[in-house]
């Protein structure tokens, strides 16, 4: 029997980033003098870096203000970072039932082992730099039959691979808004989704192959 695969995005579905980002932002902030609010920051993150950034700064200035953030980040921001409840149990159920955990997200890849690291969260892969139809992309070359996400982005990335979009809204959009974007299921938090994966491996049409 092949293993299926479940994605999870990071940022907010996996993880509580914000205060790790937010003491990144105030070092970079402090180190260079450009102006970012922070709290602004921390309120949507979901886009990769570089979007993020060309909203503060010239378009010349993103590049270098993006490397030197993932520098910062992987010295001050890791420390900051938590798991988000069901976090490990949602991972662990889908290993249970002989499946894989794919990580794919916007961060710095690195950066993104690190924050699982650091948090005690195990994925089998992780695939960095990926926002939007990349994400899709990713999805399908990997097999995923279900997306776990937290914003419009993956609920659209999902779609694209054919996979099942699940929202958590633990990010910055509710559920209304995750349903609204095509979220299949939205699940109150990641303790929802040994469940729903034991439902969803239980239907004959879902079952591996």
């Given amino acids: 029997m092949t293993p299926f ?47 993020e950034l060309a909203a503060w700064v010239p378009t010349e200035q993103v590049d270098p203000l993006a490397d030197r953030f993932r520098e910062l980040y992987a010295q001050l921001g890791i420390e900051g970072t938590l798991a988000l409840p069901g976090a490990a149990e949602a991972l662990d159920a889908v290993r249970a039932a002989a499946g894989r955990t794919l990580v794919v997200t916007a961060k710095y890849e690195p950066n993104a082992w690190r924050c699982l690291e650091h948090t005690n969260l195990t994925a089998d892969a992780v695939v960095g730099w990926r926002h939007g139809p990349q994400k899709g992309e990713t999805l399908v070359e990997h097999g995923a039959i279900a997306y776990v996400g937290d914003t419009p982005p993956d609920m659209d990335a999902a779609r694209l691979a054919g996979a099942v979009a699940l929202g958590v809204p633990t990010g910055p959009f509710s559920a209304a808004e995750l349903e609204a974007a095509g979220a299949d299921v939205v699940l109150a938090s990641l303790m929802d989704l040994p469940a729903w994966l034991e439902m969803h491996l239980a239907s004959p049409a879902a079952a591996p192959d």
């Fill in 5 to 51: 695969v479940v994605g999870f995005d990071l940022d907010m579905t996996l993880i509580d980033s914000r205060a790790g980002v937010h003491a990144t932002i105030r070092a970079l902030v402090e180190e260079t003098g450009v102006f970012i609010d922070p709290d602004v920051v921390v309120e949507r993150l979901g886009p990769p870096l570089e979007l």
